[in-house]
């Protein structure tokens, strides 16, 4: 059996950065000391001049992207998800998100992932907060294909986007024929009858194998890729809510505020279901192996089959 192929979807968007570039030359990508960890180095490689490095200034940072995006320029602002989206909010929703601003912040190190990193750089809450702002849409590809197709559509977009990536390189899943990323839409992995799991991130796959063990205990589990955090796509979310009755959300975020949030929002409204919110209890992360605290806080697998498990039982 071949070895499945891993890749942070970080590299994905350094990658797309490229490819998109080549196409495109008023792709600007913008950097806060970190091109190497954010992959955007791979970018200045190739256009020298159309990088960016604004130093570790953050807010500085989005207030040159969103001049540039004033002159007809499509800027990328990159950095980690706690400085991208928690140190520069102000910025991002003052200065990008009140214009409705032509600027995509490409956010990486997301999530407990980021590892022995530790706590104050394992961004958890950055989904709620960019949410929050109006107009902003938020992707959280699942993996390499998933965010070099963000990318390129964040791009053909007009107006801001957050799009998260991860640092801990993640299986591709997404190499089918028929695959097409759309803003706004989620994706059916595997149909199932008797519980719904909505996945975002690199929680997509490990849902997918939970899916795989609750199927050995008689459990048809629908596993449903939400790429697209906002807009969500409600018509999808109902529509599986309704077939199967309970709702399972599955994230590398807090629980509050990110897709549980955004799923149990649109079924109270219109679909009241039973929902299980499994993501980062009210708590911070901790430093560690990524693959031990995933397991840790029970966002491997395992942790979702268990879950899961009890609460269809």
Not at 53 to 70: P, Q, S, Y
Not at 266 to 271: G, K, M, Q, T, Y
Not at 289 to 308: Q, S, T
């Amino acid at each position: 059996m071949s070895e499945v192929k891993k890749i942070a979807t970080r590299d994905s968007y350094g990658n797309a950065l490229v490819e998109i570039g080549n196409e495109h030359e008023d792709l600007i990508v913008l950097d806060a000391d970190l091109a190497g960890a954010t992959k955007t180095g791979i970018f200045k490689k190739a256009f020298p001049k159309r990088h960016l490095d604004c130093g570790i200034a953050e807010a500085n940072m989005v207030g040159i992207a969103a001049g540039l995006a004033t002159c007809g320029k499509v800027p990328f602002v990159s950095s980690f998800a706690m400085f991208a989206a928690g140190r520069a909010f102000e910025q991002v929703r003052n200065t990008v998100g009140y214009p409705h601003l032509n600027v995509k912040i490409g956010a990486t190190h997301a999530g407990i992932s980021v590892g022995e990193d530790g706590a104050t750089h394992q961004c958890l809450e950055d989904i709620a907060l960019m949410r929050e702002i109006p107009g902003m849409v938020v992707i959280n590809p699942s993996d390499d294909i998933e965010a070099r197709a963000a990318v390129r559509a964040a791009y053909e977009y007009v107006g801001p986007v957050y799009l998260r990536f991860g640092r801990l390189a993640v299986p591709v899943i997404n190499d089918g024929e028929d695959y097409k990323f759309e803003i706004g839409k989620g994706r059916v992995l595997k149909e199932g009858t008797d519980v719904t799991i909505f996945a975002t991130g690199l929680e997509v796959c490990e849902s997918v194998e939970a899916a795989k063990l609750l199927e050995n205990d008689g459990i048809s589990a629908e596993v449903i890729n939400i790429a697209t955090i906002k807009p969500i796509d409600r018509e999808l979310v109902v529509a599986s809510a309704r077939k199967t009755k309970k709702v399972v959300t599955v994230e590398e975020h807090s629980v509050i505020g990110g897709l549980g949030s955004a799923v149990c929002e649109v079924l109270c409204e219109e679909e009241p279901t039973k929902v299980l919110r499994i993501g980062v209890e009210d708590r911070f992360g901790e430093s560690g192996p990524a693959l031990e605290l995933l397991h840790k806080y029970e966002l491997d697998a395992e942790g979702i089959y268990k879950k899961v498990k009890a609460f269809v039982k």
